[in-house]
């Protein structure tokens, strides 16, 4: 009797080109993109999250569809406390956590030796562009960076990668995914087009651009 291509929520994006826009989002895209990035990060019915990033962007729900997806408990904060969550890690065994720069930066600061960090098998680490130097120090201090990529209409992450000795700044796309550069210049740079399990149908507050066989322009 569940319906899962229902809405389950609406998330309004950041607004950082011009007004927010609100996002619907059905059970089945959401549990999906949970699916595609447990395939890439997560052991079946192994590890424990950390939910320190606000419920109300889609990073942070992500956290727990992701844990219930893959049958595993995860940790919920009503706010980040850095030497609280790293503390907690120790004592639980929290194998993964998904932060922004200055999120990692103040874990950095509490463990900067990384006796903690290190022990994380996903430091999930997104929201804007990467800081060298903050991926530089976690590197050199153990911590296992996952470079990301993703927004609200695509339920999160769409692709990441692994910061370690071999990385070049290139990303994979999640299992199901797919992109392609558009209106390419010269020099290869253009507009990134996505599709997969993820992807928005459409905004309820303005429309949503797709190209003709279906990529969401980002």
Known sequence: LFDDEACALIMFTSGTTGKPKAVPLTWHRLMAAAAASNKALSA???????AVLPLYHIGGFEVVARSVANQTPFRLYAHFDAARVLAD???VGATHVSVVDKMLQDMLAVDPEG??????RCILLGGAALNGNTVGRAY?????VYASYGMTETCS?????????????????????QARIVDADPSGYGRLAVQGPGVLSNYLN????????????T
Not at 44 to 50: A, F, I, L, P, V
């Open 44 to 50: 079946r019915g192994q590890g424990m999250w950390q």
């Open 157 to 177: 992450q769409i692709a990441n990668a692994l910061v370690d000795g071999a990385f070049d700044g290139g990303l994979a796309l999640l299992p199901g995914y």
């Open 89 to 91: 890690a120790a004592l």
């Open 206 to 217: 303005a429309r949503a651009a797709f190209t003709v066989d279906g990529f969401f322009l």
């Open 115 to 120: 006796d903690i960090l290190s022990r994380y």
């Open 140 to 144: 050199r201090a153990g911590g296992r």
